[in-house]
């Protein structure tokens, strides 16, 4: 049976969850399995059994009153039997709804391990498997081609791959990434960041780490656990302050979407029980939105469990089907939908009733799965499996690199072939410039989409208000900062552009660079990896525009017309925006 230990995404951490997902912890028995790694003599609390029951106990609290409802359970040791054992503990519990193991990606092939704990008691709840690469002396295990090799045979399966690196390993874990686009890769423990030491000399340790972080955060396919920080830190006297540096740096770079609290309960006792833990990241979270608070608590671990739960159904067996391809259902079709809206929200509403109307109106059956804005972290595994729905909505540009990597995205030379209504084809009527600037070419050079809309960027004011600029709008850079400062001048800070959408933060440093750098400069300056392209003029004197800019406080803050659901939620509110 597929499926059955994945946790239902609402419950778990939506906007009316019910419980916490615990992404991350152990359990062992060093009476029945030998672990090596506890010798250590700072280790020695840790060297007894640990088993559900104390867990339970652990965890009895919660995080911010609400309890752990389903974990992770993850391997320790490097060994399948471990593995066998936590998948039967799997098997009996239903707090366990996966289970993360252990095949040796040293070896020639691990398809038959693989396919032996997959069969085994509880193997329905292997969802990833785990290499203690932190202990491996060489910086490039992850690519040396054996190990390259297996993990295409773990993508293959439908499974993760969690990341237990360290800071200087973080650069091969990227390459790997870029390598196995397709593979889901899940960094264990932040990268392990060196939080010890004079508080004063951890700005210079965590710059390294934090640099080689956000390039690994780059890969969509990367999402990372909110875990192990403590264990970094001075375990007996670390505070909050410790740790809100590093968890700024993981916020910037992979988002609450992308980050999952998970407790590595026992481990953390070293350094703070599970409850203390708990707190902590309940404080680290504080100032965050309700729905980003939920996203690391329990939606992006459920998202991720779901995606490899659906990509290891359809690989693992006769009982899997693929859901791509409209099928047969009673007196009509059944088509399968993912949606970016989640449960509840305004565009869910819209959405339910449109479809309920179409049902009704055709006879046919449109299967939803309202996923939320983890979307796309769910597409991509699934792509590797065939495993995917009829219709998605969302960012589908992030699922590009798998359907080339995988072959599945089709080449469209005839499309560009195609009649205009002037006589012309479509490929003669976009410009070579900005063909030159993208990148939607198969590796035989057959472009695989095809540009059907051109996006203009400008700046809107209301005519009926401020009717001289209808007749006369400025026409130069100089005469719109001079539009500006008139504005100020009557207390009006007149340009709404929503700073906290990244994509329109970044808005007029992108306009003033290709305004006076053309197609192209953008690609050119964010790939440089010397970092010298930011020295260039056009880039430097485009930045101090926007610099002062906000400094003259043209532009209004807090503006938030449109981020998700903020406009869709003002519309339901019937309020104007």
């Known amino acids: 049976m597929c499926g059955a230990s994945v946790p239902d995404t609402e419950r778990a951490a939506g906007p009316g969850r019910t419980y916490v997902v615990d992404a ?3 359990l062992w028995d060093p009476s029945a399995l030998r672990h090596a790694w506890l010798d250590n003599a700072e280790l020695a609390p840790l060297r007894r059994r640990f088993d559900l029951a104390d867990y339970r106990s652990a965890a009895a609290r919660g995080v911010g009153g609400l309890p752990v409802g389903s974990t992770v359970l993850v391997q320790a040791l490097a060994s399948e039997a471990e593995t066998r054992t936590l998948l039967e503990v799997a098997a009996k519990d239903a707090l366990v709804g996966a289970v993360v193991g252990w095949v040796d990606l040293d070896a020639a092939d691990v398809s038959e391990q693989l396919a032996g704990l997959r069969s085994a008691p509880g193997g329905e709840r292997l969802r ?6 932190q202990d491996e002396s060489d910086p490039d295990w992850l690519l040396r081609p054996r190990v390259l090799s297996n993990l295409r045979r773990v993508q293959e399966a439908g499974l993760a791959f969690d990341v237990l690196v360290r800071p200087q390993q973080l650069r091969s874990a990227a390459a790997l990434a870029e390598k196995l686009p397709g593979l889901p890769l899940v960094l264990d423990h932040a990268g392990k960041p060196d939080l010890t030491g004079d508080p004063t000399s951890r700005p210079d340790k965590l710059s390294s780490w934090a640099s080689r972080l956000h390039s690994l955060a780059t890969h969509q396919q990367v ?19 410790d740790l809100v540096p590093a968890f700024d740096v993981l916020l910037d770079a992979f988002g609450p979407s992308r980050m999952m609290f998970g407790s590595d309960w026992p481990v953390c006792e070293l350094a703070a029980p599970w409850g203390r833990w708990a707190e902590t990241v309940g404080d680290l979270i504080d100032a965050l939105t309700p729905g980003e608070q939920a996203d690391i608590l329990g939606s992006a671990a459920t998202a991720l469990s779901l995606a490899v739960g659906v990509a290891a159904c359809s690989s693992g067996g006769s009982s899997a089907s693929g859901s791509g391809g409209a099928s047969a259902s009673g007196g009509g079709k059944s088509f399968t939908y993912w949606s970016m809206w989640k449960q509840g929200e305004p565009g869910q509403k819209v959405l339910a009733a449109a479809i309920k109307d179409f049902e009704k109106k055709t006879g046919d059956t449109v299967n939803v799965q309202w996923v939320g804005r983890q979307n796309m972290q769910k597409l991509t595994p699934a792509l590797n499996t065939g495993n995917v729905p009829d219709l998605v909505d969302g960012p589908v540009s992030k699922a590009n690199p798998t359907l080339v990597a995988t072959s599945q995205a089709l080449g469209l030379k005839a499309a560009w072939a195609d009649k205009t209504a002037d006589g012309g084809t479509v490929s003669s009527v976009i410009p070579a410039k900005y063909l030159k600037s993208i990148d939607i ?3 035989d050079g057959q472009p695989y989409m095809v540009p059907y809309n051109i996006q203009t ?19 130069t850079w100089a005469q719109f900062t001079a539009l500006l400062a008139k504005f100020k001048s009557q207390g009006v800070a007149p340009i709404a552009a929503d700073g906290n959408v990244p994509g329109y933060n970044a808005y007029w440093l992108e306009l003033l660079m290709m305004r006076a750098g053309g197609p192209g400069i953008l690609k050119k300056t964010a790939s440089d990896k010397t970092g010298q392209a930011w020295k260039n003029p056009i880039v ?10 906000v400094k003259n406080g043209d532009i209004i ?10 406009q869709e939620q003002q519309w339901a509110n019937t309020r104007p925006v």
């Open 128 to 133: 990833g498997i785990r290499h203690l690469v």
């Open 223 to 241: 999402t990372c656990k909110l875990s192990g920080l403590v264990t970094e830190a001075d375990w007996t006297g670390w505070s909050l302050a």
């Open 557 to 566: 803050k807090g503006y938030s017309a449109s981020q998700f659901p903020y």
């Open 24 to 26: 991350h912890h152990h």
């Open 457 to 475: 960027d400008g700046v809107w004011f209301n005519a009926a208000k401020y009717p001289e600029l209808k007749t006369n709008p400025p026409k």
């Open 441 to 443: 070419n198969l590796p």
């Open 540 to 549: 430097l004197k485009a930045a101090e525009q926007v610099a002062q800019m």
